[in-house]
């Protein structure tokens, strides 16, 4: 059985930088420690992406996988589900949702369910999925403050 996690850090950017670094998944490698490899599979008319594949490495999770995207028009959110069970997923979902807080900032909400293939204890899981959404919303933070800063 999934079960559902949600955080939500605010960013020192505009919603359209925060869903630019969001969206340039090629460039996960370079900020995302997780991640390995990510490599952009289709995509839609528009350029966006429709499906990503993932290698991570997060430590108590290691594994390979393709996710589907979708976006809103103005792309104020971004949802995903996973495309076929992987070695150690047997389901994901999740979104960002990015809200404008009219000072120059945005507050990115991450949500997600991840129903895994092999047991773990659910205090163990928890803990696991808090650590993982903590540091990718630090992460994105991060790389977001510095490329606004960059120019």
Known sequence: ???????????????????AVICDFARYPEWSEA??????????????????????DAGVLADEYTLAYEYAEDISRIEWHIVAPSKMQKSQLGSYDIDDNGDGTATVTYTLEVELSVGMLGMFRRKAEKAIMDTALKQLKRRVEASAAAG
């Not at 059985?1 to 869903?19: E, F, N, R, W």
């Not at 991640?35 to 429709?50: H, L, N, P, Q, W």
Request: glycine share 4%.
């Open 1 to 19: 059985m999934a079960d559902s996690s949600t955080q939500s850090i605010v960013i020192g950017a505009s919603p359209a930088q925060v869903a």
């Open 35 to 56: 991640m390995k490899e990510v490599e952009v599979v289709e995509e839609y008319e528009d350029g966006y992406a429709s499906q990503v594949r993932f290698v991570i």
